[in-house]
């Protein structure tokens, strides 16, 4: 079992930033890959980041590209998304997920937290 538990969302106005984390334990966190994935109402959850578990590979979508870094630190067990840039289309529930190998697919994740909010304003 994995608990993950996500935070730093919050309201923004376009153009700035915001830095979300995902803490995890429960298992060897340096043994997984992990995604970030977001789901705006009336949406579906899809795919925005991921990075193994070593942290040497990342991969993002293409709407995000260029503007969010995804990285992790094995010694705290935490993930990170930097979003810089922010659109108003990025404003959506945001999530963090386990893989053991990590995909741009929803189905190859095991476990995710619950969600941080992201709202940007125009």
């Known amino acids: 079992q994995v608990q993950l538990v996500e935070s730093g969302g919050g309201l923004v106005q376009a153009g700035g930033s915001l830095r979300l984390s995902c803490a995890a334990s429960?298992?060897?966190?340096?043994?997984?890959?992990m995604g970030w994935f977001r789901q705006a109402p009336g949406k579906e959850r899809e795919f925005v980041a991921a990075?193994?578990?070593?942290?040497?590979?990342?991969y993002y979508a293409d709407s995000v590209k260029g503007r969010f870094t995804i990285s992790r630190d094995n010694a705290k067990n935490t993930v990170w998304l930097q979003m810089n840039s922010l659109k108003p289309e990025d404003t959506a529930l945001y999530y963090c997920?386990?893989?053991?190998?990590?995909?741009?697919?929803?189905?190859?994740?095991?476990?995710w937290g619950q969600g941080t909010q992201v709202t940007v304003s125009s």
């Open positions: 997920a386990v893989a053991v190998l990590p995909t741009r697919r929803r189905d190859d994740y095991d476990y």
């Open positions: 429960g298992r060897t966190f340096s043994n997984y890959g």
């Open positions: 990075i193994t578990s070593s942290g040497r590979s990342t």
